[in-house]
């Protein structure tokens, strides 16, 4: 009862740290990107693979493991459908904003300054996972609530 409880409430921590480091990183990318201004947006980054760490760890263990409802009640639910296709265009929108801030932080370790040209684009990008994590706690709500589709 204990671990389940523990286990949900970490998983709520991570919305909170995820969504105020992804909506953080793409406001960083929207402004001044001297040192300090990378710094920031590198920062919300590590804040929101840090959450994405969580919301996975937490998420299997409670969809997959002995703690919840158990893996049909989620796979048989329409919305955990949805929200698991949410997580994985989350992920897919990930994959060029997190291969180039990893090269930034290999450019500043070299002392150099990296190439931010595409930095509005990344802005963006956290802009729409912004809402796509929303989206995933309508969905979870949802479910809470016993609410299913189709």
Not at 6 to 32: D, E, K, N, P
Not at 119 to 137: G, K, P
Request: proline share 3%.
């Amino acid at each position: 009862m204990i671990l389940r409880w523990l286990l949900a409430f970490a998983h709520l921590v991570a919305l909170g740290i995820g969504l105020g480091a992804v909506w953080a990183r793409g406001r960083a990318l929207q402004g001044t990107l001297d040192r300090a201004g990378i710094a920031r947006a590198l920062v919300a980054d590590t804040w929101w693979g840090v959450a994405a760490g969580i919301w996975i760890v937490t998420g299997l263990l409670r969809a997959f493991g002995p703690f919840e409802k158990g893996s049909a009640y989620y796979l048989g639910n329409g919305f955990f459908q949805l929200k698991m296709t949410l997580l994985v265009a989350i992920l897919a929108l990930e994959i060029a904003p997190m291969v180039t801030l990893i090269r930034w932080r290999i450019a500043l370790g070299r002392g150099e300054l990296p190439d931010t040209r595409r930095a509005r684009a990344f802005a963006r990008v956290s802009e729409i996972q912004v809402a796509l994590v929303v989206l995933m706690v309508l969905c979870a709500t949802a479910m809470a609530r016993g609410v299913r589709f189709p």
